[in-house]
């Protein structure tokens, strides 16, 4: 049952990864747009800047559960390689509640932030973009994040019973 619900995630994580990196493509064009039109015509995009601030948080947030999932964030591992399995592997088992709480406090922290834009519609200064749904993709990260570090969790659970 946890290989099926963990395809699933990695399916869905896939995709949410898939969207961060057109994010940073948009980024890329966006950046080289507002150049080209700086030099060329003289007159740069305005909303350059708030646009490319949203889309590397965007990108940023939505590819953190794929990038959880996969233990692929940057760890420095001389002292955990240095452990016997056993307590490197309840290392593990604590990194992944630490991660998970830290998930929820950010989730927490992020609904009033989010319900604050949305109740007064905000926008942003330049470019008047509608900051709710930006906003939205951090709960939702946090969300999946802490599901993410569960199922690493209960993966190391199951390991450690072997």
Do not use: Q
Request: hydrophobic residues 65%; glycine residues 4%; charged residues 15%.
């Amino acid at each position: 049952m946890l290989h099926r619900i963990e395809a699933w995630l990695r399916y869905v994580f896939t995709a949410l990864a898939i969207a961060a990196t057109v994010a940073g493509v948009l980024i890329v064009v966006l950046v080289g747009a507002s150049v080209t039109m700086r030099h060329l015509a003289h007159a740069p995009f305005r909303f350059t800047e708030e646009l490319v601030g949203l889309l590397m948080t965007t990108a940023f947030f939505l590819a953190l559960p794929l990038v959880t999932l996969n233990a692929d964030h940057v760890r420095v591992r001389i002292l955990v390689s240095a452990m016997p399995a056993r307590i490197a592997r309840l290392v593990a088992i604590v990194a992944a509640l630490f991660g998970i709480a830290f998930a929820i406090w950010f989730f927490w922290l992020c609904i009033p932030w989010f319900e604050f834009a949305y109740l007064r519609n905000i926008k942003t200064e330049v470019g008047r973009l509608l900051m709710y749904p930006w906003m939205a993709v951090l709960p939702v990260s946090m969300v999946l994040t802490s599901v993410a570090f569960a199922v690493r969790l209960s993966a190391e659970a199951d390991c450690s019973d072997v």
